[in-house]
């Protein structure tokens, strides 16, 4: 079965750093796109940032300049990291699978970021 798991969440400071880590197992994960969404408390969740299976990247205006997307598809792993934290990031941040071509998506549980001093 798919299983879309993320990790690396946790407590940091203002102006720290983060890794995320979504491994997705039981897809093809080159036929992908990867996506981290995050969704505040009494928020909407929103895009945070994707990457297709070549590699194109796309972001919010909100984590640009300080997040970085990435994947290694040898290892079916997508991952972000998070520089310059702040206390508008604080959310719980979804790994996000979507084969656009054959209409299938998935999502993982999602793992808490709490920026607090």
């Known amino acids: 079965q798919v299983q879309i798991v993320e990790s690396g969440g946790g407590l940091v400071q203002p102006g720290g750093s983060l890794r995320l880590s979504c491994a997705a197992s039981?897809?093809?994960?080159?036929?992908?796109?990867m996506a981290w969404y995050r969704q505040a408390p009494g928020k909407q969740r929103e895009l945070v940032a994707d990457?297709?299976?070549?590699?194109?990247?796309n972001y919010a205006d909100s984590v640009k300049g300080r997040f970085t997307i990435s994947r290694d598809n040898a290892k079916n792993t997508v991952y972000l990291q998070m520089n310059s934290l702040n206390s508008e990031d604080t959310a719980v941040y979804y790994c996000?699978?979507?084969?656009?071509?054959?209409?299938?998506?998935?999502w993982g549980q999602g793992t808490q970021v709490t920026v607090s001093s």
């Open positions: 996000y699978a979507a084969d656009i071509h054959r209409g299938r998506s998935y």
């Open positions: 039981g897809i093809i994960f080159n036929f992908y796109t």
């Open positions: 990457i297709t299976s070549g590699g194109s990247t």
